[in-house]
């Protein structure tokens, strides 16, 4: 039997699904469903998969309104209709209901005071621009350098108006704008609009120590021998299926502290062999001298790089 129907076979029943999906296996998946805010995970104890299924059909749907006129009365009925089509969407290998134990610290954070600092009086021409003469003792007369220095003046502007400007993520700010000039900038966030600076109070309560958190969550599962050699395909079939699924997606409410990523974390099945591919990143820092090191090495990063996308890769 190839790799593919193997893995199928195991995923359609409860008791070998858990036997794939080990706890050493499963911290990866929990890191890709979650986003752990202010959950510290010390360690997976135990997985548990309550419900398995394989080889589900998505029905494609439309949906649409309608109005019908009634003949002689004036009016019209309005609705909503959706219609179901035979054939089925891209759907997943695998639909698993999945309890990941973990031990972990949660913190409790209260806010005990909120100050706020109007920024629009800063937020203009004339105060970057003063600030420049300030510091230079005159403008520069390139269009280009001018808009350069204006940038880093205005940053310094807003700097001075935070209790904690190492607070400041300047270089977000930045992407915020999508490639707007600065009079462009200028303009979004100057009167009449009023953009104030935050300063929130904090008093956070750590556990003690780690307990154990039940982090409960359907997986959806694809089965790729070798993910990595066409990667671009890979992504698109998790992408279709994604969408396919996410309107009937529904998960169970997180643990207070962590965040789901989105409605449809993935888990990627694959030989682990293929984790011999040489172009495959690897975690900075590391300098494995083994073949297993370097396998090891190289789903760490992989899982390191694509968790934020709610995707982990299993290697079996």
Same mark, same amino acid.
């Given at each position: 039997?190839?790799?593919?129907?193997?893995?199928?076979?195991?995923?359609?029943?409860?008791?070998?699904? @858990?036997?794939?999906?080990?706890? @050493?296996?499963?911290?990866?998946?929990?890191? /890709?469903?979650?986003?752990?805010?202010?959950?510290?995970?010390?360690?997976?104890?135990?997985?548990?998969?309550?419900?398995?299924?394989?080889?589900?059909?998505?029905?494609? %749907?439309?949906?649409?309104?309608?109005?019908?006129?009634?003949?002689?009365?004036?009016?019209?009925?309005?609705?909503?209709?959706?219609?179901?089509?035979?054939?089925?969407?891209? $759907?997943?290998?695998?639909?698993?209901?999945?309890?990941?134990? #973990?031990?972990?610290?949660? /913190?409790?954070?209260?806010?005990?005071?909120?100050?706020?600092?109007?920024?629009?009086? *800063?937020?203009?021409?004339?105060?970057?621009?003063?600030?420049?003469?300030?510091?230079? %003792?005159?403008?520069?007369?390139?269009?280009?350098?001018?808009?350069?220095?204006? +940038?880093?003046?205005?940053?310094?502007?807003?700097?001075?108006?935070?209790?904690?400007?190492? *607070?400041?993520?300047? @270089?977000?700010?930045? +992407?915020?704008?999508?490639?707007?000039?600065?009079?462009?900038?200028?303009?979004?966030?100057?009167?009449?609009?009023?953009?104030?600076? $935050?300063?929130?109070?904090?008093?956070?309560?750590? *556990?003690? =120590? !780690?307990?154990?958190?039940?982090?409960?969550?359907?997986?959806?599962?694809?089965?790729?021998?070798?993910?990595?050699?066409?990667?671009?395909?890979?992504? &698109?079939?998790?992408?279709?299926?994604?969408? =396919?699924?996410?309107?009937?997606?529904?998960?169970?409410?997180?643990?207070?502290?962590?965040?789901?990523?989105? !409605?449809?974390?993935? =888990?990627?099945?694959? @030989?682990?062999?293929?984790?011999? &591919? $040489?172009?495959?990143?690897?975690?900075?820092?590391?300098?494995?001298?083994?073949?297993?090191?370097?396998?090891?090495?190289?789903?760490?990063?992989?899982?390191? +790089?694509?968790?934020?996308? %709610?995707? #982990?890769?299993?290697?079996?």
């Amino acid at each position: 039997m190839d790799f593919y129907g193997k893995q199928v076979l195991a995923l359609a029943s409860p008791a070998s699904a @858990e036997s794939l999906f080990t706890a @050493e296996r499963a911290r990866s998946i929990l890191h /890709a469903a979650y986003s752990l805010r202010s959950v510290a995970v010390s360690s997976v104890d135990l997985v548990r998969v309550k419900r398995a299924s394989v080889l589900g059909a998505t029905p494609l %749907g439309a949906q649409g309104q309608f109005s019908v006129t009634v003949p002689g009365q004036g009016g019209s009925w309005e609705g909503q209709l959706r219609i179901l089509r035979d054939e089925s969407a891209p $759907a997943f290998d695998s639909e698993l209901r999945v309890v990941i134990s #973990a031990s972990a610290r949660t /913190a409790t954070t209260a806010v005990t005071d909120v100050r706020t600092t109007n920024l629009s009086a *800063d937020l203009t021409m004339g105060a970057v621009d003063s600030r420049i003469m300030a510091d230079d %003792g005159a403008l520069p007369t390139d269009p280009g350098a001018l808009e350069e220095r204006r +940038r880093v003046a205005l940053v310094s502007v807003l700097l001075d108006r935070f209790e904690r400007p190492e *607070d400041w993520d300047a @270089e977000h700010f930045w +992407r915020e704008q999508s490639g707007r000039d600065l009079t462009e900038v200028v303009e979004r966030y100057s009167s009449p609009r009023a953009t104030l600076a $935050a300063a929130i109070d904090l008093v956070v309560e750590p *556990d003690a =120590a !780690p307990r154990s958190i039940d982090f409960t969550l359907d997986l959806s599962v694809l089965v790729v021998p070798s993910p990595f050699e066409d990667l671009r395909s890979t992504i &698109d079939t998790i992408r279709r299926c994604r969408g =396919a699924l996410a309107a009937s997606a529904s998960q169970s409410e997180p643990v207070a502290g962590a965040v789901l990523r989105g !409605p449809v974390p993935v =888990a990627v099945v694959f @030989e682990s062999g293929a984790l011999d &591919d $040489a172009d495959l990143p690897i975690l900075a820092g590391a300098n494995p001298t083994s073949a297993a090191g370097r396998r090891t090495a190289r789903l760490e990063a992989l899982n390191d +790089r694509l968790a934020s996308a %709610g995707v #982990a890769f299993v290697p079996v």
